[in-house]
């Protein structure tokens, strides 16, 4: 039979080259394929497996003994065989003692076993009972942690005689007795586990950035024709060389000494299957090492009924440090928060001080060597087939001006969400008794008043928890008369027999567990430092942790028969002589989203001041451009100075349903962003527009829009109201000024019968000056012009010697107490009006164009006159209203009747940069069948629709025969036909149905690993 090797790399083109009856290829970096080509076979789904990929011989993953967080390790078996590692015995591989060992990297919380590097002394086997590995699919988690630029032994199987083979970090080494060659299936482009100088990272700091890989291995090796079959064991062989004899060998090798080390690193996770693995269901498989880990993969994620999780395609500029919550029953998957293991130099995390715990403790929280980690709201649960998966844009995580929100600097590294997580953020509400309360998002702070109040204040859920997790976390409490934290019966009392746990830590910070609600006689933990106390209820038992680090000594076991009851949360107070307040929050009564931490450790520019602080900023519309009617603002929550973290509760994602968002981080004192709506225009028409709410500013602005091409404005104007809107524009990018039109804006209620004035607070003698305002509108009533009265600002002795009269859209002039109209004038919202006095005279404007003057009477030359507002009977507004020159003093203001009132503009001004997108079909347009088939075939998959069915034909570009998977998905990544293809020739068709008309995501994985996809709409 022939053989074919071939290896993916991330990020790279496949290449083949034929050797000696032999095929490599080189894929792209993140995983190791190599396969050995044969018939493909199927096995049925275990209740539990790898990715939902059924009968693996052996299925490892690294497990604290007694199932101990912290302590020995091993590998555990859950195929069903409860195989062992076991270290070598000159009898045999059924022979010698479990492999344990303490030492253990935390990759993405979950533990990788190290080996012992001491060479051939440690060697680890493990004997299979069922199968000779003759056709075997074996995938497993490596991480190195040390010669990195040398060739290392991943493992040996031997298994049939004389068909051994070897694994290596940088080529495949047969028996001898095969007659083939070792096989470096980096030799090409250096695309293995060994770092080269040629590897595409560039240096070795990249390499080591990326270097925990899954490695999947193929063999097929021609059945036994012998009468009595071949024996079906076989014996994988760990931190092994070459050197020495084994007794469990069945074959010889010659390897160099050189290329003979064992591999220095941490092995999460093995698996073993006695069958080649179809394409998909290998995918299946490295999809669900990949979440569980923290392994970016080069290609879309699978589930394990087939879902797409990832699409690769559909965030091709986000496909880095890819990271995901998911719950996978089928898999035995619970991954409830997640960070990637991909951190950037210097943060290896292969090293210890770079672990994902801090202080490499399982009982704490994710170290500062993790830049970003999200997780469900404490206390909630994921649902089965629920995921969060989430991706970034490589770019750098220093600051810059966020030009949609004034005071923000915005970090440029972005991060994509793809999630099906339904939001249904609710609030909590509190049974509260002798304590007082308020909230302050995400927190409630309780006070209990000492001194002679009730001697005990209680706070109660008025729900129980949604599953059996929950949390209830105290913070910036400082003891006084005791504290009482407990989930249970709906009661406030702790009466004997009832199903009360909790602690209990009296005023000394002495703590006390309460199980089955007794308090303990004696207490377990003296809590004297302790700024933060936190309550955690798993299915079975109840844990204290105390500024952030779990402790084992708190464990609470609840009793099976209280498992399934309907558990509350209560905070108990006992009164002390002085007050206590103190910050609580809760989780698993409601949903509280998702919790999110930023490292400043990493990210230096968010250590925050006291003038500034972080936020968590979300673009709800998924396409990252952060303009301001999308965007989310989220506070900092709390500072853990500990680990140096922002953290940030109560986060929710995909707010509208569309699955779908962008989130990045800013620094800044402002915590509100405008509302900006951008619509583009329809093709063939220049009627894009936006629409901007203006949550700033006194109202009254000047705005200006520019072409950020040619320079040249647009469009130019005033607005009155809070709401700008402009249309008529083709697709391109603008930047909007806006500015505050100056002045001073009145507002005023309707009278009753009383006046309504506004006069300027000092008389001035200068001879020349003017006043400005613009017209809110064509109802409103008032005059506006000079008084030479002395009087008080509500004196009824206020006339108007000089001024301008509206009433309505008509304009009057105003001549010593008399009114006349000023003809063919007709007032229009936004028109800027002007008095302008001379010695002699006045003159009157109306958006610059005189409009009518007065004659300054001789004897009223030497007054001094004051400005005066008469706003009628009310209510009304007058905007922007300006003075110069005749005004202009430092201590000029407004004297204000009761129900007058006056806000004085800053000169602010704020510019928004805006990108009118390409146009939009209309409702029943849409492309032609040939310009999508052209459209599919541009990278080597063509799809073409059956005429009036509902069948596709797709036709694939291959190098070489390969099997392929053809999945076809609906938008919501659910799948809805699959076609298993063994041995597709290139350019052969393959028809596949879908139920209904739709758009549909089509997805071909070949063989080699290779990947294509493309979104087609069938009519």
């Known amino acids: 039979m022939r053989e074919k090797v071939a290896t993916i790399k991330l990020k790279m083109v496949i290449k083949m080259i034929k050797k000696q009856k032999m095929r490599k290829t080189t894929l792209k970096k993140g995983m190791l394929f190599l396969f050995l080509w044969g018939s493909m076979g199927g096995g049925p789904l275990s209740a539990q497996s790898p990715g939902g990929v059924g009968s693996p011989e052996v299925w490892f993953q690294t497990a604290g003994s007694g199932g101990l967080l912290t302590g020995s390790y091993r590998w555990q078996d859950f195929s069903g065989d409860s195989l062992r590692l076991k270290t070598y015995d000159s009898r045999g591989a059924a022979y010698g003692e479990e492999y344990t060992n303490s030492v253990v990297r935390f990759y993405n919380g979950h533990p990788a076993l190290e080996l012992d590097p001491l060479p051939d002394l440690r060697s680890c086997e493990v004997q299979l009972t069922h199968s000779s590995l003759a056709q075997a699919t074996i995938i497993g988690a490596f991480a190195p942690s040390a010669g990195f630029e040398s060739n290392q032994l991943l493992y040996a199987l031997n298994g049939r005689s004389g068909e051994g ?89 010659s390897i160099p000494l050189a290329e003979s080390r064992p591999f220095t690193g941490y092995l999460p996770e093995v698996i073993a299957y006695n069958r080649l693995l179809t394409p998909l269901e290998r995918r299946m498989v490295e999809s669900y090492l990949a979440v569980k880990y923290g392994i970016s993969l080069p290609v879309s994620y699978i589930g394990s009924g087939g879902q797409l999780l990832w699409d690769i395609a559909a965030s091709a500029d986000y496909n880095h440090r890819i990271a995901a919550l998911y719950r996978d029953d089928r898999s035995g998957l619970v991954q409830e928060e997640s960070a990637t293991s991909y951190e950037e130099a210097p943060r290896f995390t292969d090293q210890a001080a770079h672990d994902y715990f801090y202080l490499a403790n399982p009982n704490n929280r994710s170290s500062e060597s993790r830049l970003l980690a999200v997780g469900r709201g404490d206390g909630l649960s994921l649902g089965e087939g629920e995921y969060l998966f989430w991706g970034d844009n490589n770019a750098s995580t220093s600051l810059h001006a966020d030009v949609w929100q004034d005071g923000l600097r915005r970090m440029d590294r972005q991060w994509i969400v793809q999630t099906n997580i339904v939001s249904h953020p609710q609030t909590l509400a509190w049974k509260v008794e002798n304590l007082e309360f308020k909230t302050e998002e995400p927190f409630i702070v309780l006070t209990k008043i000492g001194g002679n109040s009730a001697a005990v204040g209680t706070a109660l859920t008025s729900v129980p928890l949604m599953s059996q997790t929950g949390y209830l976390g105290v913070s910036q409490y400082l003891a006084s008369g005791g504290l009482t934290l407990r989930f249970g019966a709906p009661a406030p009392d702790y009466s004997a027999g009832s199903y009360d746990y909790g602690y209990f830590i009296d005023s000394d910070f002495r703590a006390y567990r309460i199980a089955s609600g007794v308090q303990e006689a004696s207490s377990f933990a003296l809590l004297a430092l302790a700024t933060s106390l936190e309550v955690e209820k798993t299915a079975s038992a109840l844990f204290l942790r105390v500024n952030g680090i779990r402790l084992p000594e708190s464990e609470i076991a609840i009793l099976p028969a209280d498992r399934e009851q309907a558990f509350y949360g209560a905070v108990s107070v006992n009164r002390g002589l002085t007050d206590v307040s103190f910050r609580l929050r809760h989780g698993g009564f409601t949903d509280t989203g998702n919790r999110v931490e930023l490292s400043y450790a990493c990210a230096p520019g968010f250590a925050g001041s006291d003038d500034e602080k972080g936020f ?401 709409a069938v009519y």
């Open 616 to 1016: 968590l900023a979300i673009d709800h519309s998924g396409r990252g451009d952060f303009q301001a009617s999308d965007v989310e603002y989220i506070p900092v929550s709390e500072t853990d100075v500990l680990r140096k973290k922002l953290i940030f509760y109560d986060v929710y994602f995909d707010r509208d349903g569309n699955g779908t968002d962008v989130f990045t981080f800013a620094m800044g004192s402002s915590e509100t962003a405008d509302d900006l709506q951008i619509e583009a225009p329809v093709c063939g028409q220049n009627d894009g527009g936006f629409s901007l709410d203006i949550g700033w500013g006194v109202r009254g602005y000047n705005y200006t829009l520019k072409d950020l091409q040619s320079g040249a404005s647009v469009r130019e104007g005033w607005e009155g109201s809070r709401s700008l809107r402009v249309e008529g524009l083709p697709t391109g990018a603008y930047e909007l000024t806006v500015s505050e039109a100056g002045g001073y804006t009145f507002e005023t209620s309707a009278s009753s019968g009383a006046l309504l004035r506004a006069k300027t607070a000092n008389f001035l003698p200068a001879v020349d000056g003017n006043i400005s305002w613009r017209v809110s509108g064509t109802a409103a009533v008032y005059t506006i012009g000079y008084t030479a009265s002395t009087g008080a600002v509500g004196s009824s002795g206020n006339v108007f010697h000089y001024g301008l009269k509206q009433s309505g859209n008509k304009l009057y002039k105003v001549e010593n107490g008399k009114e006349t109209q000023i003809g063919n004038v007709a007032l229009q919202t936004g028109d800027e009006m002007r008095i302008v006095k001379g010695l002699v005279s006045l003159s009157y404007y109306r958006n610059g164009t005189q409009v009518g003057t007065s004659v300054i009477r001789l004897q009223d030359y030497g007054l001094s006159f004051s400005g005066l507002i008469d706003f009628g009977q009310g209510p009304t507004e007058l905007l922007n209203a300006n003075a110069e020159g005749f005004f202009n003093l430092i201590d000029f203001r407004w004297d204000l009747t009761e129900g007058v009132t006056a806000a004085r503009a800053s000169n602010l001004s704020k510019k928004y940069t805006i990108a009118i997108p390409e146009c939009q079909l209309k409702a029943g347009e849409g492309g032609t069948q040939t310009a999508l088939a052209a459209e599919n075939g541009s990278n080597g998959l063509r799809v073409f629709q059956v005429p009036g069915t509902q069948t596709l034909r797709l036709t694939l570009s291959l190098e070489a025969p390969c099997g392929v998977s053809l999945l076809v998905y609906d938008l919501k990544g659910l799948p809805v036909a699959r076609q298993e293809v063994p041995l597709l020739q290139s350019g052969q068709s393959v028809e596949v149905t879908v139920p209904q008309a739709g758009v549909y995501i089509i997805k071909a994985l070949t063989a080699d690993g290779r990947e294509y996809g493309q979104k087609t």
């Open 165 to 253: 083979v070897y694994v290596g970090t940088d080529k495949v080494y047969p028996s001898r007795e095969s007659g083939k060659e070792p096989f470096d299936y980096g030799e090409t482009e250096g695309m293995d586990l060994r770092y080269s100088p040629n590897d595409s990272e560039g240096n070795a700091d990249a390499f080591r950035s990326t270097s925990l890989r899954i490695a999947s291995y193929y063999r097929a090796t021609p059945a036994s024709t012998g009468v009595w079959g071949e024996r079906n064991t076989a014996v994988l062989t760990f931190n092994t060389t070459s050197l020495l004899s084994n007794i469990n060998r069945t074959s010889t090798f």
